[in-house]
């Protein structure tokens, strides 16, 4: 599972921002399920962030969030993305891919 999570942070605060986000990494690197994660300022837009990191699965990611340290560390941090959706799937050759719907049996 792949999660992109992109920041709007004003060039006067993006060094700061880069340290927070590092630490964010960091702090989510130590939870069960991590796989790897980048962060990435735009090329053409330096007001543009963006911290992309690979889950396991949705379950260790969420999982992840919830834990005390992610709560202290990154979530704060975080909360700052921009409003759009952050989770995505891995698309590969003949994978069936997720349907749009209720995620309950009930």
């Given at each position: 599972?792949?999660?992109?999570?992109?920041?709007?942070?004003?060039?006067?605060?993006?060094?700061?921002?880069?340290d927070?986000?590092?630490?964010?990494?960091?702090?989510?690197?130590?939870r069960?399920?991590?796989?790897?994660?980048?962060?990435?300022?735009?090329?053409?837009?330096?007001?543009?962030?963006?911290?992309?990191?690979?889950?396991?699965?949705?379950?260790?990611?969420?999982?992840?969030?919830?834990?005390?340290?992610?709560?202290?560390?990154?979530?704060?941090?975080?909360?700052?993305?921009?409003?759009?959706?952050?989770?995505?799937?891995?698309?590969e050759?003949?994978?069936?891919?997720?349907?749009?719907?209720?995620?309950?049996?009930?």
């Amino acid at each position: 599972m792949l999660v992109v999570n992109r920041f709007r942070v004003p060039a006067a605060e993006g060094a700061d921002f880069r340290d927070g986000l590092e630490l964010a990494r960091a702090t989510l690197a130590e939870r069960p399920g991590y796989r790897s994660g980048q962060i990435g300022r735009n090329l053409d837009d330096p007001e543009l962030w963006v911290l992309t990191t690979t889950w396991e699965h949705v379950g260790a990611y969420r999982r992840a969030l919830s834990s005390y340290e992610v709560k202290l560390h990154a979530v704060p941090l975080l909360s700052r993305a921009l409003d759009e959706p952050s989770a995505y799937e891995p698309v590969e050759p003949g994978t069936d891919l997720n349907t749009a719907g209720a995620r309950s049996l009930g």
